[in-house]
């Protein structure tokens, strides 16, 4: 147990350098949340609803983080910071990262029966913060979603995805076989190609602009009457 118990805390450690010691992780809202959770979860699943319940309810007063009992989670879960949701039917894999206030939110299925309405994240996926991630949907291995993304679709493995509505963006080999990223998004590889074409749309828009500028006022001089000549001679 204790060694499970290490082998976790130093798994937090290795995605995030800011603890000096085990100690110091034992304090973390992140890990009293999923402490709590399991006890949540087993009552859960022995069908003791209220008391699964109610131990949620205490965990997310006392974590800011509100795991519904019905979800599964892996091994390694590791939550930085609170303001987290996580709904009944989530699946979580092993090594996932999730930043802080990150939705795992659901959907109303069609045939208004309760089912699966909640996202399958696979293993060593890395959330950012402020992602939304809604409905049943999967989150395939190694994904990244960038911090405020809006995930409402599959995610491929490996994929990064940024954006409102998330799109998915090339990440070089070096990146994508880093074991961590923080935040899900490196700083500048996966938006660099978007940025320059979308700098080169602002300019050719401006330099058409201009063109159409310069063509009215060419077309406004050819059609405009000749100026009025001043009073300088005698009326007849």
């Known amino acids: ?12 450690h290795a995605r995030d350098p800011a603890p000096r010691s085990r100690w110091e992780i034992l304090f973390y809202p992140g890990v009293w949340a999923l402490f709590f959770h399991r006890i949540a979860h087993w009552l859960f699943e022995a ?43 989530a699946e979580i894999g092993d090594n996932v990262t999730i930043y802080q206030c990150v939705t795992l939110g659901g959907t109303n299925p069609a045939n208004g029966k309760g089912g699966k309405r909640h996202p399958t994240i696979c293993d060593n996926v890395i959330i950012g913060s402020g992602a939304q991630i809604i409905g049943p949907i999967t989150v395939g291995e190694r994904a990244r979603i960038g911090a405020n993304a809006v995930v409402t679709d599959e995610v491929p493995e490996g994929a990064t995805m940024i954006g409102l509505k998330a799109r998915s963006t090339l990440v070089s080999a070096e990146e994508w076989v880093r074991e961590f990223i923080p935040y899900g998004t490196p700083c500048d590889d996966p938006c660099a190609e978007t940025g320059k074409l979308g700098r080169d749309c602002v300019e050719k828009l401006e330099s ?25 001679g005698t009326d007849d």
Not at 1 to 12: E, G, N
């Open 47 to 89: 069908k003791l609803f209220f008391l699964a319940r109610l131990v949620n309810h205490f965990s997310r007063f006392l974590t800011a983080i509100d795991i519904h009992p019905g979800a599964q989670i892996g091994r390694n879960f590791f939550i930085d910071h609170g303001f987290t949701v996580i709904g009944e039917t």
């Open 1 to 12: 147990m204790f060694d499970r118990l290490k082998a976790y805390l130093d798994s937090v």
């Open 208 to 232: 058409e602009i201009a063109m159409l500028k310069a063509e009215i006022a060419a077309i406004r001089e050819a059609v405009s009457p000749p100026a009025l000549s001043s009073r300088s």
